[in-house]
């Protein structure tokens, strides 16, 4: 095995293509639409030339339109997944089929010598993930949960103000995505196929909590909605209790053409904001807990004291969101450096193991109508 | 009994004085810190002068300075609660005291042959106010429940939203209200004077929601949060399932720097959203479900298609929200009626009991982490 990682796509759908643009182009960016030239290199400083890490080595697709997609780009197109396979020059496999395909693909890469880079949801059962999991032990091949939203800049900002205490003790947390077109219409609606908005937005939202917060999550609870689509949930809330009674809402939609803001994290000493993927909010923090006696504000036919907002300068400030610079490729970077024995894996299969665990324990809360002990 | 229902108010803090000023002005308006002559009038033609059904006669308070307060501004003053009972022109007693008391002077008062508008939260348990009808049966007096937020132009332009189904089949509501500032520091804080933010604007926002939706709530599920307050919940979060499918969130806080939208309602024709008490928001519903193949969208270190919002002129259309004018002194004016025996009564006191009995099923939820089944 030379120092850059060969690698093959297997799926080059929406997330493969994007794959096979990142790859080639050297940038990490899925920029679909963008010739693989034009593809711009993410801002910063700090984030990894994955050209130096992983080179693309081929693609393999059913479908014919996207096999000639990959030819128009230079991209060499193996005739059949077991081609790809047999491929010595190939070190491994990113699996980007739809879900009900990643378990029997990537245990067919594992034992043909391949590692395995997989796009989420891993897997759409527990179950299937601790027999690959097994797999893995058998083979000695890497395989990685491609849960790569724990590098989005809005989460990274969040987790920072949690880990910094910058709002003080955090006592909830609000993580929203919500768009308005439905489940996108191929087999992400269809159940058999591990449709459905939790196994789709669900896991990064879940896996970025569970990632921030070092607690078990005693117990949730958990509403599915199936407004544009009957098999599958179209959104979800999930209401979820951690050991230190800390709680955390997390809402997915696809039938809501106004957006609550992404994020909210609210502290005994501050609270702060992202509204949307561009990043506009602001924190707000105590600067003191007195104030002066609150003047009653107009609240409909009446007045409230109770709910009258503090002045910015008299007893809280208001301060910009944290920013910092980051590696946007570290989960193509860490994934080619564990293949290579050179670091340790950042996305754990047992942390994805957790992360749909507790996605099965929402499916019992929505079907139950119950509260659910997870980790309690 | 003359056409004026003549008015005494026991208990003149926050609440009572701002009735006192509402009455003696004739506007309605709880205007606390302005002279009763400058009290402006709520805008809207269809407003209700007060004055022409109901007199403030006199108050009564065990403060000192509060009784000073009243007489500055010529308003008399009994000598105790007993006193404005014995007195035979007045024929109704406001109750503006603290929680524990409602109960005790509301039944006083019937039992003296008053009719009683009594402050919420009605009673601090569902058994007391059971008591309390059964009083107001056995004398004939009026018992009324002075929820008064089912008149606040925000909520009534919600219920428009969802009466007229302006956004197609509603799935989904929020209602939320959030502070900075705790409970306040009297006896609101305290377990045993009916303390706690649920018998507080708890009791408008479940008064409200029930009002609106004709529909047995099924199941619910709550948690409280005890950030600023170790003895009284300073906030709760109810989520609310309805006979129909339909979900409500309930949002109360008092550790919140930042807030969230007052009101949000999604039907699977559009969505809408209240910010604040200044009714800033807007409604945006689909003209047509088919819309061009969406373009993804940056999200984070990667794109999105499923989340890529309609662009409002293709095939969602923004609109104001529905205004329109009302009587804002609709309770004071029905409560009146009622006891002349014109008008049926809006705010019943099975609908009050119906409001404490789901409170109640929130505590127990709270108290054991489960979902509640209310009406199921």
Known sequence: MEKILNIGIVGCGGMGSGHA?????GTGNALWKVKTDDVPKFPGALTTDISKHLRL?????????????????????????????ADPDIDAVLVATPNHL???QSIAAMRAGKHV???????ITSEDLEEVMQVSRETGRVF?????????????????????????????IKSRLTGSRGIPGDWRGIKEYGGGMMLDWGVHLID???????????????????????????????????????????????CHF??????????DRGSAVIHNFQLDGKMIRLTSWEDKDAEPIAAGAGLT????????????????????????????????EVCMGTAKQIVTQEHALRVLRLMEACFRSNESGEAVLFEG
């Open 208 to 254: 970025r909590i569970l990632q921030m917060i070092p607690e078990k999550v005693i117990k949730l609870f958990c509403s599915c909605t199936y407004i544009t689509n009957k098999e599958c949930e179209d959104g979800f809330q999930l209401h979820m209790t951690f050991e230190s009674g800390l709680t955390v809402d997390i809402e997915v939609g696809t």
């Open 102 to 104: 990643h378990k029997e």
């Open 258 to 267: 106004i957006s609550e803001p992404m994020w909210c994290i609210y502290g």
């Open 144 to 172: 990685y949960p491609r849960q790569n939203r724990e590098w989005d800049e809005d989460y990274l900002i969040i987790k920072k103000i949690y880990d910094d205490k910058l709002v003080g003790n955090v006592f909830n």
């Open 117 to 123: 880079l997989c796009e989420k949801p891993v897997m």
């Open 21 to 25: 643009i990142a790859l080639q182009s």
């Open 305 to 336: 004291k109770t709910m009258a907002p503090r002045s910015v300068g008299e007893s809280v400030e208001e301060r910009p969101l944290p920013r910092f610079d980051f590696d946007r490729n570290t989960l193509y970077r860490n994934f080619a």
């Open 57 to 85: 080595r081929g693609i393999f697709d059913i479908k014919p339109e996207r096999r000639q997609w990959a030819q128009e780009r230079k991209i060499p197109v193996y005739e059949s997944y077991d081609a790809m396979l």
